[in-house]
């Protein structure tokens, strides 16, 4: 390390050099020259590092300065040193300290560079030396030990993503309990379905919200079944999956060593060069958050159809008023959180293709793009258990249902006339159908006026349970 130097401003820098050249760092900053050369590269973003990711490097290189430390190839006091600065990272500390843009060329390793180096630098105070005397505490040689970019940010990826799913989780697992309260509370309310925006047959709101809540629990259970693909790890693969430079008891204890001081479950990819070259799993992971975008959204348009009005739309359902609707219609209100859910389901639904199109252009024995794929992953997650929360609060708890505007269309539909085709035949409830529209005369009266139908046979018919499950057909004398 060269002397330290100050500039014209009094401020206090330390040289650091590396394969391109010499650099001045601030002395009271934990990144090195690698670091700062990448924050210089990329300004792409202008966002930070995601803290998940952060914490989820200095869970690993924890677990490597142990391993390392029991194999015989860090000694104590170093791994010791190394092991409190990831502590203290994963406590918050330092965070600033992580410069580089999210999306960054060089298949994330400046970002392992810039956790190498705060992990290094921080080690070094620890043992009393100064930041930069990498004589001490080396990024490469001691924190990045046994190592590769190349499995250390896949690692770091797939843990993040399995935190950040676990809320994500709890946010559905609310919705999905919010939706089946919903269900109960409106089982009794009648009202028209619609297929393809047409009246068809009726259906019990309850009924509906019963169906979104399946919906979200399928959502739910597929994204189990990707997160598991989050578990296997390439890390003792290095650079390509072959191990080169990391000792065969390293590549036995790492994966084991990372279970236990992170409490998460992983496994070691059996095939380290596969894991190694191919996200799949991340496609995997992205693929189930945009079915269930797909899903969110779809209800969040049935709720904006079914509160339209309030009084030259449907008007069946209230969603919670949030807030104004307009700077020059007084008193209108609109359905901000379903809109607020649509697009966040349009940019999931984007960044999809994205993290697909990255994972597909990887080459041999690397993909480069893992940089956009987790920034993209991240904030899909992310978004999706914040839009989710606000769904569950904001609307969904609230919703009222309007019962006699409900009644009052399925009465006046001429959908109601499907119930009486098994009893007059198609071709006459066709008929009663296209009269009504064309007189404005109710169905009902049009039925009993035109068919042997009584009005207590009718009754039973054009009861709200019966139209709206499965039963046993009337025995009549006016049956087809």
């Known amino acids: 390390m060269e002397t330290m130097k100050k500039t014209e401003h009094e401020t206090d820098y330390r040289v650091e050099k590396d394969s391109i050249g010499s650099k001045d760092i601030p002395e009271s900053v934990y990144y090195g020259v690698q670091s700062l050369r990448a924050a210089e590269n990329f300004h792409i973003t202008g966002l930070n590092m995601h803290p998940e990711i952060i914490n989820s490097l200095a869970f690993i290189k924890k677990a490597a300065a142990i391993t390392n430390c029991e194999i015989g190839l860090l000694d104590k006091k170093k791994a010791c040193a190394i092991v409190q600065a990831c502590d203290e990272i994963i406590s918050g500390k330092f965070h600033s300290d992580f410069i580089v843009d999210p999306i960054q060329g060089g298949a994330g390793t400046s970002l392992n560079m810039n956790a190498n180096e705060v992990i290094a630098n921080r080690a070094i105070e620890i043992l009393g030396g100064q930041k930069g005397d990498y004589q001490i505490v080396h990024p490469n040689d001691h924190v990045n030990c046994s190592q590769s970019t190349n499995d250390v940010i896949p690692t770091a990826g797939k843990m993040t993503s399995l935190r950040l799913l676990q809320n994500l989780k709890k946010e559905l697992l609310r919705l999905h309990k919010t939706l089946c309260k919903k269900a109960e509370e409106f089982d009794h309310v009648i009202k028209m379905g619609r297929t393809q925006m047409q009246d068809a047959v009726p259906i019990r709101l309850g009924q509906e919200f019963r169906a979104y809540s399946v919906a979200i629990m399928r959502d739910i259970r597929r994204m189990d079944i990707a997160m598991e693909e989050m578990r296997t ?7 390509v999956g072959t191990g080169i430079n990391a000792d065969e008891a390293y590549v036995k204890r790492i994966v084991p060593n990372l279970c236990k001081i992170s409490d998460m479950e992983f496994v070691q990819a059996f095939d380290l060069i596969d894991a190694t070259q191919n996200l799949d799993p991340f496609v995997s992971v992205s693929g189930s958050l945009k079915a269930c975008a797909v899903t969110l959204s779809k209800i969040a348009n049935d709720l904006r159809l079914m509160s339209s009005g309030p009084k030259a739309g449907f008007h069946e359902i209230n969603l919670p008023a949030k807030q104004n609707g307009s700077s020059i219609m007084p008193g209108k209100v609109n359905p901000v959180i379903p809109e607020v859910v649509n697009q966040v389901a349009f940019n999931i639904i984007g960044n999809d293709v994205t993290i697909t199109m990255a994972a597909e252009a990887g080459q041999l024995e690397l993909n480069a793009f893992e940089p956009i794929v987790f920034y993209c992953l991240f904030q899909s997650i992310d ?39 098994p009893y007059i035949g198609y071709q006459k409830a066709a008929d009663i159908a296209k009269k009504a529209l064309q007189t404005g005369e109710s169905v009902r009266s049009l039925i009993l006026k035109e068919t042997q139908l009584s009005e207590k046979e009718l009754e039973q018919i054009l009861d709200p349970v019966h139209m709206t499950e499965p039963g046993h057909l009337l025995s009549t004398s006016a049956r087809m």
């Open 383 to 421: 978004t999706l258990a914040y839009a989710v929360q606000t769904f569950v609060d904001n609307c969904v708890s609230g919703i009222t249902a309007n019962e006699t505007r409900c009644r009052y269309l399925v009465e006046n539909s001429v959908g109601i006339i499907t119930a009486v085709c």
């Open 233 to 239: 790890l390439n890390m003792g693969g290095t650079a």
